[in-house]
């Protein structure tokens, strides 16, 4: 039994030495493909690559076992980006590290210890809703767009959400025309608390005669009149 137990280590030790000499590009290849076969999308497979791939070629890294904490946080510091931007590289690279150790070709993430930037009162952009004269404007200059930014505003849903959508979930002929959201589309922001359907409502009061106009006008292909 000893001598399964130290073969079975041996092998283990063996492999991290084998994974720890392998070229990080090898190991981020095959990190995109599992991310792929899991059904990742491509923007989000490819905003992984890069950045990985940019991270450690500026920061020196050409084997797993360069990538450390003290080499991030150097990194990190000469950037002039938000630190937004940081701690999103650091939550990529961190991913792709604890892939590695799920898989056993490392036996800790190095990153792992690396605090995130504290970004609270420091954006450089402050998000905010728009308010109805600038997204007046903002539908006025949107062309073909104007109708699925219309569709958005009303229901709250995202665009993924939308593009998912069939034309048997547009509800329009109902005092109260609603859009459903499928189970297995639905990370909508706004869903009726409780509705069993799962329904995303779209604006009531004066606002959504014009929504039902505006998603009347996109089934016909059409554009939204003021």
């Known amino acids: 039994h000893h001598r399964v137990v130290e073969a079975a280590r041996q092998r283990g030790v063996q492999h991290h030495v084998q994974a720890a000499q392998a070229g990080i590009e090898s190991h981020l290849a095959d990190y995109t493909a599992d991310l792929t076969a899991q059904g990742c999308s491509k923007k989000h497979v490819a905003l992984s690559r890069n950045r990985v ?23 990190s510091a000469a950037k002039t980006f938000a630190l937004k931007t940081s701690n999103e590289y650091l939550g990529l690279a961190s991913a ?37 004269e600038e997204f007046g404007r903002l539908l006025a200059h949107a062309g073909r767009r104007r109708l699925f930014y219309a569709l958005a505003a009303y229901t709250g849903l995202r665009r993924g959400e939308i593009k998912a959508l069939l034309w048997s979930d547009l509800h329009l002929d109902t005092p109260q025309p609603f859009v459903t959201v499928r189970a297995s589309t639905s990370l909508a922001i706004w869903i009726a608390q409780g509705a069993p359907s799962r329904q995303a409502r779209l604006f009531m009061g004066r606002q959504w005669l014009h929504a039902k106009r505006a998603i009347v006008n996109l089934k016909k292909g059409q554009m939204v009149g003021k």
């Open 53 to 75: 791939r940019r991270l450690c070629a500026e920061c020196g890294w050409k084997l797993v076992r360069d990538v450390s904490a003290d080499g991030f946080s150097r990194w």
């Open 96 to 132: 792709f590290m604890n892939w590695l150790v799920r898989n056993g070709r490392v036996s800790a993430n190095p990153l792992s210890c690396v605090v995130r930037a504290d970004t609270r009162g420091k954006e450089t952009r402050v998000r905010r809703a728009l308010s109805d």
